[in-house]
Nanobody, 119 residues
Framework: QVQLVESGGGLVQAGGSLRLSCATS????????MGWFRQAPGKEREFVGS????????DLANSVKGRFTISRDNAKPTVYLQMNSLKPEDTAVYYC????????????WGQGTQVTVSS
């Protein structure tokens, strides 16, 4: 089992930046990929980005490409979501997730961290 704890959320003005962190613990060797998702009030949870631990590739939603980046610190181990040029529509609860199966979706989730972007 994998435990995930997000941090770094907060209130920022439009155009500003935040860096979210996802600290991991537990059966880390079982993680194939990690991702970030977000859910705004009244909306469904949506994919933001992911980091493939096997191939080292990253993927980002079109809505955040060019503004957000995903990185990993193997030593800690922690996954980061650097968010630049934030927009009010980025306001949401951001969740970190891990995929511990070769095939299938993300199956371990953090508790979420609130990001609020004011106009």
């Amino acid at each position: 089992q994998v435990q995930l704890v997000e941090s770094g959320g907060g209130l920022v003005q439009a155009g500003g930046s935040l860096r979210l962190s996802c600290a991991t613990s537990g059966r880390l060797f079982s993680i194939y990929a990690m991702g970030w998702f977000r859910q705004a009030p009244g909306k469904e949870r949506e994919f933001v980005g992911s980091f493939d631990f096997v191939g080292g590739s990253t993927d980002l939603a079109n809505s955040v490409k060019g503004r957000f980046t995903i990185s990993r610190d193997n030593a800690k181990p922690t996954v980061y979501l650097q968010m630049n040029s934030l927009k009010p529509e980025d306001t949401a609860v951001y969740y970190c997730a891990a995929r511990t199966r070769v095939f299938g979706g993300f199956d371990s989730w953090g508790q979420g961290t609130q990001v609020t972007v004011s106009s």
